[in-house]
């Protein structure tokens, strides 16, 4: 089992910025990827980015050059730095964690973008 925390949402303005931190205990040492999803009003859940164990990463084509997925091993944390937002980056943000076949998530996390 793994647990996931997130924290970091909230609201700002156009073209500010914010950094979500989402933190993992119990079973970490069987995490394969950590990531990010997100879900806006009455929209599917999409990947915002994702990042594995060796820190290889990807993002989504919308945030390429906005946001940036890292990861801290020894603080079991991943992290996404979020620049420029924009108004259509509002959404319920969920951190995840990918262990072998099974998905685990996070509570979520608001963000809003005030234009």
């Known amino acids: 089992q793994v647990q996931l925390v997130e924290s970091g949402g909230g609201l700002v303005q156009a073209g500010g910025s914010l950094r979500l931190s989402c933190a993992a205990s119990?079973?970490?040492?069987?995490?394969?990827?950590m990531g990010w999803y997100r879900q806006a009003p009455g929209k599917q859940r999409d990947l915002v980015a994702a990042?594995?164990?060796?820190?290889?990463?990807n993002a989504a084509d919308s945030v390429k050059g906005r946001f940036t997925i890292s990861r801290d091993n020894a603080k079991n944390t991943v992290y996404l730095q979020m620049n420029s937002l924009k108004p259509d980056d509002t959404a319920v943000y969920y951190c995840?964690?990918?262990?072998?076949?099974?998905?685990?998530w996070g509570q979520g996390t608001q963000v809003t973008v005030s234009s």
């Open positions: 119990g079973s970490i040492f069987s995490i394969n990827v």
């Open positions: 995840y964690a990918l262990v072998g076949p099974s998905f685990y």
């Open positions: 990042i594995t164990s060796g820190g290889s990463a």
